[in-house]
């Protein structure tokens, strides 16, 4: 519907947000309250910058953003946030020194998405491929109690993303924001109550 991406494209300029994408955090935060003052955020895929700039009004300026992406941005960010253009699957040396630098985070947020083929399978695997790189960096860097937030486009092996944060979390919800597209195959899950590394390798159970 193109009204429909009308009201979110031309409200992101209105508020001066590089990308609509940012209602879609605005609305995971309103649903599970994730955000709070003085957190540290790292932001995965994060170009042209809207998850940032949302998740950086909400931590505050006692608060930390770390985003990073594969493609620059011309993005003006506050002083609580840091970006660096980066490749997650080969992430270079001064991006894990910054990790270990400004880590662990309270969350590690991804939008990461693949570029699109119009092959959906191909789509699909591509996209849960990104997931769980994500999700292997927020088992590295989350404290304990921490939450992920992760897009991915809904395929059959949804169960390869689910099982291993089902066993990292002790919540685990999906989510479809209004603020996005009907069409799309996007849906969000988030994992709140990070148990920790070695927890989670003691116990299967989700509350």
């Known amino acids: 519907m193109k009204?429909?991406?009308?009201?979110?494209?031309?409200?992101a300029k209105r508020e001066n947000y590089p990308a609509r994408s940012?209602?879609?955090?605005?609305?995971?935060?309103?649903k599970f309250a994730l955000f709070r003052k003085g957190m540290k955020v790292l932001d995965?895929?994060?170009?042209?910058?809207?998850?940032?700039?949302?998740?950086?009004?909400?931590?505050g300026a006692a608060g930390l953003v770390?985003?990073?992406?594969?493609?620059?941005?011309?993005?003006v960010f506050p002083k609580n946030v840091l970006f660096m253009q980066e490749d997650?699957?080969?992430?270079?040396?001064?991006?894990?020194?910054k990790l270990?630098?400004?880590?662990?985070?309270?969350?590690?947020?991804?939008?990461?998405?693949?570029?699109?083929?119009?092959?959906?399978?191909?789509?699909q695997a591509r996209s849960l491929e990104l997931c769980l790189e994500a999700l292997a960096v927020a088992e590295q860097w989350l404290l304990p109690q921490g939450s992920f937030?992760?897009?991915?486009?809904?395929?059959?092996?949804?169960?390869?993303?689910?099982?291993?944060?089902r066993k990292l979390f002790s919540t685990v919800k999906s989510f479809k924001p209004k603020s996005s597209r009907q069409e799309s195959k996007e849906t969000f899950f988030?994992?709140?109550?990070?148990?920790?590394?070695?927890?989670?390798?003691?116990?299967d159970t989700v509350s």
């Open 22 to 30: 940012v209602y879609k955090l605005k609305e995971l935060d309103g």
């Open 88 to 97: 997650v699957f080969n992430r270079s040396a001064a991006f894990e020194a």
């Open 100 to 123: 270990a630098e400004l880590g662990p985070f309270h969350i590690v947020m991804s939008d990461m998405a693949p570029r699109t083929t119009g092959t959906k399978f191909t789509d």
């Open 44 to 59: 995965l895929g994060a170009a042209p910058g809207s998850w940032s700039l949302g998740a950086a009004e909400k931590v």
């Open 3 to 11: 009204e429909y991406r009308d009201h979110y494209f031309l409200k």
């Open 149 to 165: 937030i992760v897009k991915i486009f809904m395929g059959p092996d949804i169960q390869e993303l689910l099982l291993p944060m």
């Open 66 to 75: 770390l985003g990073c992406d594969l493609q620059s941005t011309e993005t």
């Open 190 to 203: 988030v994992g709140m109550g990070f148990k920790g590394k070695a927890l989670a390798e003691d116990t």
